[in-house]
């Protein structure tokens, strides 16, 4: 029982990738770019810096999503300051924000199924537990 919640929450992050991936097999994406291209949807222009903090994924990792999006057409660079690329802000292009929709609506597809059964209050008090878990986590993190 003591490992509970880390085996509920890596189980669910699995599973979570495992239906993005399913649902995007077609756009020949990675459950990372999709996570990409969804914080861009949301926070538009970032650097790789600031997502790499906001998906907590280290840089080189985040480089190598960039290319492949690139590559596919569906983020950009919002300049073209080559001498400090890891602090260009980047952004969606058309069909970037084409596919974030697509993406949304999985994701909205995705949380109604999860919540399948659940009633209004176990979902308010399953949010305030995961919440807690993940400031006890940060928490801990920044102790170092």
């Known amino acids: 029982m003591n490992k509970f919640f880390i085996s509920t929450f890596a189980y669910l992050r699995k599973q ?3 239906f993005l991936n399913d649902e995007f097999k077609d756009y020949n994406l990675t459950s990372s770019e999709i996570f990409f291209i ?3 949807n949301d926070k538009d222009a970032l650097s790789q810096i600031e997502v790499s903090k906001l998906l907590e994924c280290d840089k080189s990792h985040i480089h190598r999503v960039v290319t492949k999006l690139i590559d596919k ?7 073209d300051d080559k001498e400090h ?16 929709i697509k993406i949304d609506r999985a994701m909205n597809k995705w ?11 176990d979902i308010k008090i399953a949010r305030k537990v995961a919440l807690k878990i ?3 986590a940060n928490n801990f993190k920044n102790m170092g």
Do not use: P
């Open 16 to 18: 979570l990738q495992s």
């Open 38 to 40: 969804q914080i861009l």
């Open 73 to 79: 057409n569906y983020i950009k660079y919002v300049d």
């Open 85 to 100: 690329i890891r602090n260009i802000k980047l952004t969606l292009t058309k069909q970037g924000k084409t596919l974030a």
């Open 111 to 121: 949380d109604k199924f999860i919540k399948n059964g659940l009633q209004e209050e």
């Open 134 to 136: 993940m400031e006890n």
